[in-house]
């Protein structure tokens, strides 16, 4: 029995009391703790007040308090948990706060963000003054930066509710039992003369000019300071003077305060206050109103608190895909808020809004997810992308809206980590054999072989070796020309994946019938490839020991990047890694940015072939940009065959700069593609442009031996596709030479000059040109002399 008299009354309340928060001494009768639920991590404040320790004047008045703090519901006034009384002590539990004065002296934003902040604190205040003086006809008599609070999402709360009165009662002077607390008294309350002008809010107004002095210059300490204006905002300092004016009858009502303030120009008027009003009035929007609000959201963002955007905004935002008609357009600055938080917390609240996502059928939706999967795809488990996210994205392959294919081709770059090996080589393959062979978007094709080239590292070894070779080869047949220049960049990108056997005799025979390309942009590519291919197999000839490290990458899974053999293909693996072909889905913004590029740009790319190509749908409009290595000549150049030693190369054409092309010949559905032995038509009104021409384009020419449906990657991709073609009269002329020459393995000895019987003019030409032949010849063997000092002789050295 007396063990049930003297235990701890907490014991009987719900929430644990913590640690003292400083902040609050001799400013209040009550004592701030930290707490939390009990068998929860739910974090709160108790106001604790001493029973034994306290006077009853101010037992009466904590009574009153948690008696009125019950009964007020805003969301700008503290909100009430829970209370308990004991005869040693009295609790009261509300939403976790921290003093304003607390706060601000550790706020670390500044400039902008700093005043859009504060700003909105202050309309906070206000209009839960407004609350109490209009629509609860009360009087708080106790507003000052000791009786404001701010919780976790940065909002702030009026609190101090311990002297609240009815407003219709003028005759009763509220006294403060508080000292430090009689400052804030208006000057009405010691004149007699003025007792008549009070009006409801008069007391409340100047409480508010008060906190408006003590927010920009801190705490108060004597009345006299209300009267140095230099910190305050001059958008307020009008505000300011009636709040703090002698004559009670002269301060506005805080309503009036609210719609003088928010009007343009006012100081109430900000991105802040605007986005934080709509969400909280948004279950009576409409949903264009949504869908204007959040599509206009994600820039301002970086102007937000961060602790208003984690807790107060993104909970609203997620509240309202939940719940409401929000749409797909929330979706931007859903993701860009879900970076703020933690794993545990983004795996809570964001994962499971994705996985919902993504069983949409709504086209609008899936294309924002795919654009947005970058920003979230690190936060997914491998099961979660395999199980529940990949299978809805693999039905975009498919979709008869070349935007959604387009976009879920480029998505696999950032799904192709997390893809279990059915998923990514045999599923992602076959779609991929599909769109590349069959689709009717030249862009898509060009996308698809680009995504191909980036993934390739993702790939397992096997598979690997049966598919890049035959895809990319087939790629550079397309009639499409930046599909035949993604098929040669992925191929110099890709070099470290093949056998020098098949470089030899299935890559170079492919990469040589397009060196008379008609597309300038695909012969500067091709020429540079074969360049570096060849320098390779000639390191390999000169030295047989560095065939391993030349094929150290075929057979693994995580290939190194810092291969010696993989340099030379820097400039293809940063043009295929760099962007995607753009398509008239994707944003038109670099134009302006190209047309000041190609100024600089050398006369020799600056003139396109004059053809012309048709085109379909909505799919493609200009070309990825290169980008361009500044090829210093180094000392890695062993031979006249690597591309350093083949004129100037910082300047190789650039994809986007491309214009119109292919032939002239028709605009209709299968007019597009042009005859790849026919010579590009000359114009003397060449036009250069920063994309494409929005015809239609035309379709890809299917070949025979491609099937509706492909069962298997390698099936599709077949080395059987990859035979050069050799015309007769090239193989016949082969056959000539072969039985005039005898191919020895000494020196070619030059032919017998005839009795010159020509101009003299023509012979001192002649003579010149000899001339500097041997001069260049010299300087040759002078560049070589100082780059290698003895080993083996390089192919294309002149003995000696």
Not at 82 to 103: I, N, R
Not at 124 to 140: C, E, M, P, V, Y
Not at 439 to 448: A, H, V
Not at 570 to 587: E, I, L, P
């Amino acid at each position: 029995m007396w063990s049930f008299f003297s235990r701890d009354p907490s014991k009987d309340f719900s929430f644990e009391i913590g640690e003292l928060v400083k902040g609050l001494d001799e400013r209040s009768v009550w004592s701030l703790h930290k707490g939390k639920r009990k068998g929860t991590t739910e974090e709160v404040s108790v106001f604790v007040f001493d029973i034994k320790g306290g006077s009853e004047t101010q037992l009466e008045i904590a009574k009153a308090a948690i008696k009125r703090l019950k009964t007020l519901r805003h969301p700008s006034i503290l909100t009430y948990l829970d209370s308990y009384e004991s005869d040693k002590v009295l609790y009261l539990a509300t939403e976790y706060v921290e003093p304003l004065a607390s706060h601000l002296e550790k706020l670390t934003i500044e400039g902008a963000q700093k005043d859009l902040y504060i700003a909105w604190g202050l309309f906070q205040i206000t209009r839960a003054l407004s609350f109490l003086n209009n629509d609860g006809n009360l009087r708080h008599n106790n507003v000052n930066i000791w009786s404001v609070f701010v919780n976790s999402s940065g909002e702030w709360k009026l609190g101090g509710v311990e002297y609240v009165s009815s407003a219709q009662d003028n005759s009763n002077v509220t006294i403060k039992i508080i000292p430090s607390l009689e400052m804030y008294d208006p000057p009405e309350k010691n004149d007699p003369t003025k007792q008549r002008s009070i009006t409801k809010c008069s007391a409340d107004m100047w409480g508010l000019g008060c906190l408006i002095w003590e927010v920009f210059n801190g705490p108060l300490y004597q009345q006299s300071s209300l009267k140095l204006l230099d910190k305050i905002p001059k958008q307020l300092g009008p505000l300011y003077c009636e709040l703090v004016g002698a004559n009670p009858s002269s301060r506005p009502n805080p309503a009036d305060i609210i719609t003088r303030c928010r009007k343009l120009g006012g100081y109430f008027k900000n991105d802040l206050v605007d986005t934080l009003l709509f969400l909280e009035e948004i279950q009576i929007k409409d949903k264009n109103e949504k869908n204007r609000f959040f599509s206009n959201l994600t820039p301002h963002l970086d102007n937000f608190p961060e602790s208003v955007c984690k807790h107060k905004i993104l909970p609203q935002l997620i509240t309202a895909f939940d719940y409401g008609d929000a749409g797909s357009a929330v979706l931007a600055p859903m993701f860009k808020l879900g970076q703020l938080l933690d794993e545990a917390d983004y795996q809570k609240k964001i994962v499971p809004c994705v996985v919902k996502l993504f069983v949409s059928n709504d086209r609008a939706t899936r294309s924002r997810l795919l654009q947005q999967l970058e920003h979230f795809i690190g936060h997914l488990q491998a099961a979660t992308v395999n199980e529940q996210i990949f299978p809805q994205i693999a039905h975009g392959f498919m979709d008869t809206n070349p935007t959604i294919r387009e976009q879920t081709v480029k998505s696999v770059i950032h799904l192709a980590p997390k893809l279990s090996y059915n998923n990514l080589n045999v599923e992602v393959l076959r779609h991929f054999a599909r769109l590349q062979s069959k689709d009717d978007q030249g862009g898509i094709r060009t996308n698809t072989t680009v995504c191909l080239g980036k993934i390739a590292q993702h790939l397992h070894p096997q598979i690997r070796q049966k598919v890049l070779i035959s895809a990319f080869i087939r790629a550079m047949r397309d009639p499409f020309p930046p599909a035949r220049n993604a098929g040669i960049l992925a191929l110099a990108a890709t070099q470290q994946y093949y056998l020098l056997n098949e470089v030899s005799s299935r890559i170079l025979p492919a990469l040589c019938q397009l060196t008379m390309d008609p597309e300038k942009s695909v012969r500067d590519s091709v020429f540079r490839t074969i360049k570096g291919f060849l320098g390779k197999l000639e390191k390999v000839s000169e030295d047989p020991s560095l065939r391993e490290s030349m094929e150290a990458d075929v057979n693994t899974a995580t290939p190194s990047l810092s291969n010696a053999a993989a340099t030379w293909a820097g400039w293809a693996v940063t043009a295929v890694t760099a962007k995607f072909y753009r398509s008239q889905s994707d944003t038109v913004k670099s134009m302006n940015p190209m047309a000041s590029k190609m100024l600089t740009k050398p006369a020799s790319l600056e003139q396109p072939s004059s053809s012309s190509i048709s085109t379909t749908t909505s799919s493609v409009t200009s070309m990825t940009s290169l980008e361009h290595e500044e090829g210093s000549r180094g000392n890695e150049s062993v031979s006249d065959y690597d591309y350093d030693h083949w004129g100037d190369n910082d300047n190789w054409g650039d994809m986007e700069t491309v214009g119109q092309m292919a032939s002239s010949s028709g605009s209709g559905g299968g007019g597009g593609t042009s005859d790849a032995a026919s010579p590009p038509s000359g114009s003397g009104t060449n036009k250069i442009t920063d994309g494409w021409d929005n015809e239609e384009w035309g379709s890809l020419e299917e070949e025979p031996e491609v099937e509706a449906e492909l069962t298997s990657p390698s099936e599709a991709w077949s080395p059987s596709d990859t035979t050069p073609i050799i015309p007769e009269s090239y193989e016949h002329g082969l056959s000539n030479r072969k039985s005039v020459n005898n191919w020895g393995d000494s020196e070619f000895e030059p032919l017998e000059e005839q009795p010159s019987t020509t101009n003299p003019k023509l012979e001192e030409a002649k003579k010149k040109r000899e001339e500097r032949k041997l001069m260049r010849q010299k300087e040759l063997e002078a560049r070589r002399a100082s780059r290698t000092t003895g080993g083996p002789m390089k192919l294309g050295a002149k003995k000696l």
